[in-house]
């Protein structure tokens, strides 16, 4: 039986960053798990908020970068970006370092634009159902969950998809983090929920890590 799919945002920015000759294998999956449609697409609201905010976060990147390839003492950790951020910022540094800074500036410009049209035709045309108002997020279960994971997005992003799997046949929550919603990870909240919140009869949705699949998805 087809299962529908719920989105971490994580998927959906591979797939806006990439296309069908992609190489890289991660973002290969993610593409063509999109691009091969199949059931009904779940975007939470959460996940959408932070979808538009990329290009806004990805504009503060790029303007850093450009500042340290024009001055090359620029120190990077001193600069205004998070410990999130970091690690891509100076991934994309070590890419485009000997690169001329006006280019560079046009290329990040048209990259941002590009990522913009795909992520918005993401939304209009792929996703089928957008759920649970940021509003209507279950603030008691965003923190029981963040007592495990510290990302808040993503614990908005998790109570989202428990609070639409509450009373829908068995659906796939979709993500390539390789950390907080990693198999052992996912496998570790379900058991805690278990023991702690019994009660509650919170249901999971089926994980589906695009991250740990060697495979090319169905």
């Known amino acids: ?83 999130r951020d970091m690690p891509f910022a100076k991934k994309l540094y070590e890419q485009y370092k000997d690169k001329d800074k006006e280019e560079l500036l046009k290329q990040f410009t048209e990259d941002r634009k590009v990522f913009d049209i795909k992520i918005e035709q993401f939304i209009k045309a792929k996703i089928d159902e957008k759920v649970i108002p940021v509003e209507q997020i279950n603030t008691e279960l965003v923190g029981i969950i963040r007592d495990i994971i510290e990302n808040y997005a993503d614990c908005q992003i998790l109570s989202s998809a428990l609070q639409y799997q509450k009373d829908k046949e068995p659906f796939l929550f979709v993500t390539a983090d390789n950390k907080d919603f990693s198999p052992n990870q996912y496998d570790y909240l379900k058991e805690y929920f278990g023991i702690n919140y019994s009660k509650e009869n919170y249901k999971f949705p089926e994980l589906k890590n695009l991250h740990f699949e060697n495979s090319q998805p169905n």
């Open 1 to 83: 039986m087809v299962k529908d799919s719920f989105f971490d945002t994580n998927v959906v920015i591979f797939y806006a960053d990439s296309s069908k000759n992609t190489k890289n294998a991660l973002m290969k999956r993610c593409y063509e798990y999109i691009a091969n449609k199949d059931g009904k697409f779940i975007l939470c609201y959460t996940a959408i908020r932070e979808l538009l905010n990329v290009a806004l976060k990805r504009a503060r990147i790029h303007k850093e970068i450009l500042i340290k390839i024009e001055d090359i003492n620029y120190d990077l950790e001193k600069s205004s970006l998070t410990k």
